[in-house]
């Protein structure tokens, strides 16, 4: 009899590109696809609707590409490690494929479920498929040791050849009706709507979900914008950025996809600012690589700060400045207008969150674990190694603590939202203040209480000083090296 494939989707959503579903069309053309719908994940205090709403909207999509190439996504929602192998016992699956992760859980989930299978004598392989290079094939030339700061983990990074994209599947065969019927009795269920796993989100979503708008959404960028990236990319009142993060949180698309699309960009770019977009989006994707890597390597910065003695940082504790800061109500334009996109969209635009992490933890001298959470329970591309990452970086707390990076609203607004446009979008309150003071948040009173906007809730000169006194006590004490 042939062999009978599962693959095992998780974060890897599409039949494009993907190393291990493309090993297991190599293997056998039995393979069919399962997703697993974990309760431990969706009832984390970290989920967020709109993220929810887009992963479903990616297994609809999966699930009809699956029915396209011959097969079928089975569905199922408990505890993977008890569904999974019961379900393939009951089928007569002779392998469960699937691609790994970096995340602490998803280590923890998979190696007990090689074991659980094993014990059934059901054939595990696994595959190295979201990044373009393993978290241990980039490691320092000296001591073969992981990086823990960026520069050298690119230049090493960008020096490795990659590989191209994998065929998509075709010509697969799914379960036979009787085998169907086992499946359903033993826990296949169909794809559920948002409402009954208890998520809402109403609103539109930046990318649409599934594989094909993935990739429509890369043709159009780098069709139209990934030249002039490195200049537009800092300004949020246009459209410089892909919006690809959801598709790579999710694999709606694959990495080598992407790769050899940026490749042929830089082929045909003419110009060097042309050249330099490609190459500076290139190294975003390496940020996204870095990020995961050192989670693999260092787990417990999922836990907290990666210095240890960061730990002990006097953190203000405000409940009501940080309402402010989440709802968008602090009285300075620019915090209010990122904050009020994240709200209202579920995406932010990335020098917005640069600019809001640096004032809850520089300004507002709060605790960045707030922000890293908040952050998770209304991003569309929520991920613990991004997020985390970009919290850690913004705090100081991370790998690369130098230099101590603290940004002044004001001075980002005049830099990167020149005409007030970004703040007038999402703040409509300021719509008619003049530009000048729109931008230093110099707002006069009178005017304040005309339309409704709050004073600023810190004084930026004097919450920095505090900041970097608070710094300085921690290191004169030897906390922070
Ligand atoms: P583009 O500019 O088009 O970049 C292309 C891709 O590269 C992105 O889709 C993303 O996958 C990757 N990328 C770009 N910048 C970074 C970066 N600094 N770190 C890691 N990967 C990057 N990104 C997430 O995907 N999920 C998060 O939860 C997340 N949280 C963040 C929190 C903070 C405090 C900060 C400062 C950054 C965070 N980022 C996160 C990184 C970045 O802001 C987003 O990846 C980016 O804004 C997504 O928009 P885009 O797809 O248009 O990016
Ligand atoms: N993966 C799953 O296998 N099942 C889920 O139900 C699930 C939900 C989910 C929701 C939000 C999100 O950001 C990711 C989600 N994932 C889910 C993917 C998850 O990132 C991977 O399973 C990781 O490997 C977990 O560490």
């Not at 990659?162 to 998509?168: D, G, N, Q, S």
């Not at 002044?408 to 007038?424: C, H, L, M, V, W």
């Amino acid at each position: 009899m042939a062999d009978l494939i599962l693959f095992w989707h998780r974060r890897d959503l599409r039949i494009s590109d993907n190393i291990g579903l493309a090993m297991a069309r190599d293997r056998s053309a039995n393979v069919v696809g399962i997703f697993c719908l974990d309760p431990a994940i969706l009832k984390s205090d970290t989920m967020a609707d709109v993220r929810v709403d887009y992963l479903l909207g990616c297994l609809t999509a999966l699930r009809d590409r699956y029915t396209a190439a011959g097969s079928q996504l089975l569905m199922v929602q408990d505890n993977p490690l008890e569904i999974i192998p019961k379900l393939a016992n009951a089928i007569g699956a002779t392998h469960v494929f699937w691609n790994w992760d970096v995340e602490p859980y998803a280590q923890k989930r998979d190696n007990a479920m090689i074991t659980k299978l094993h014990d059934l004598g059901i054939k595990v392989e696994t595959f190295w498929d979201q990044l373009l290079h393993t978290p241990t094939d980039i490691v320092s030339k000296a001591k073969g040791e992981p990086y823990t700061v960026y520069g050298p983990f690119w230049k090493n990074w960008i020096s490795k050849e990659k590989k191209t994209p994998y065929p998509t599947l075709e010509g697969a065969i799914g379960l036979t009706p009787d085998l169907q019927t086992i499946a359903n009795s033993n826990g296949a269920i169909s794809i559920p709507k948002l409402k009954e796993l208890g998520f809402i989100w109403d609103s539109e979503q930046i990318l649409e979900p599934g594989e094909i708008a993935a990739q429509d959404c890369l043709d159009q960028f780098t069709a139209k914008q990934i030249e002039a990236y490195d200049d537009d990319r800092n300004f949020p009142a246009i459209p410089g950025t892909s919006t690809l993060s959801p598709a790579l949180k999710f694999g709606a698309i694959g990495i080598r996809t992407i790769w050899k699309t940026t490749r042929e960009a830089m082929n045909v770019a003419q110009s060097d600012e042309a050249k330099l977009g490609v190459r500076t989006w290139q190294q975003e994707l390496a940020w996204r690589e870095f990020y995961q890597q050192v989670m693999f390597h260092f787990p417990v910065l999922a836990d907290g700060p990666y210095r240890e003695h960061f730990k002990q940082f006097p953190w203000d504790q405000n409940d009501r400045a940080f309402e402010a800061w989440c709802v968008g109500k602090t009285g300075y334009p620019i915090i209010d207008a990122a904050m009020r996109q994240l709200n209202e969209t579920g995406w932010m635009h990335n020098r917005c969150r640069m600019i809001v992490a640096s004032f809850l933890t520089k300004d507002l001298i709060l605790d960045w674990r707030l922000g890293e959470k908040y952050f998770m329970q209304h991003l569309v591309d929520g991920d613990l190694s991004a997020n985390n990452g970009g919290w850690q970086w913004s705090a100081s707390s991370g790998m690369d603590p130098k230099p101590l990076r603290i940004f002044n609203p004001s001075t980002q607004a005049q830099k990167f939202d020149k005409e007030g446009d970004y703040i007038r979008q999402w703040v409509p309150e300021l719509k008619s203040v003049e530009t000048k003071a729109l931008l230093s948040g110099d707002i006069d009173k009178s005017l304040r209480d005309r339309i409704g906007y709050v004073k600023p809730i810190v004084d930026h000169a004097v919450q920095q000083r505090k900041f970097k006194e608070r710094y300085a006590n921690q290191k004169a004490i030897g906390s922070i090296e």
